[in-house]
Nanobody, 118 residues
Framework: QVQLVESGGGLVQAGGSLRLSCAAS????????MGWFRQAPGKEREFVAR???????DYADSVKGRFTISRDNAKNTVYLQMIDLKPEDTAVYYC????????????WGQGTQVTVSS
């Protein structure tokens, strides 16, 4: 059974940093694109970043230059390093694996809360 478990969320002041982790189990995702999404209260879930099997990355404009996605295939884990956090980054952050196209993924984690205070 495939499982994605996010960790690393928390409360941080504006300008601070956090690193989210997403540990996958059940099968290897080294050959898959993996991504991060977020959902703020009252808003739809939105794309944040993705990384392909060759480690090509893509980011939402709102996080470019501040967030970095990376992966460790040996650990079957994907990371999201976030710096210079802003209150508008407050959301539940979700990990996703096995890209199906059109921003759709087969597997999703349960989410981790990130709260940025001003």
């Amino acid at each position: 059974q495939v499982q994605l478990v996010e960790s690393g969320g928390g409360l941080v002041q504006a300008g601070g940093s956090l690193r989210l982790s997403c540990a996958a189990s059940g099968r290897s995702f080294s050959g898959d694109t993996m991504g991060w999404f977020r959902q703020a209260p009252g808003k739809e879930r939105e794309f944040v970043a993705r990384i392909t099997l060759s480690s090509t990355t893509d980011y939402a404009d709102s996080v470019k230059g501040r967030f970095t996605i990376s992966r460790d295939n040996a650990k079957n884990t994907v990371y999201l390093q976030m710096i210079d956090l802003k209150p508008e980054d407050t959301a539940v952050y979700y990990c996703a694996a096995h890209y199906l196209g059109a921003q759709k993924y087969r597997h999703w984690g349960q989410g981790t809360q990130v709260t940025v205070s001003s």
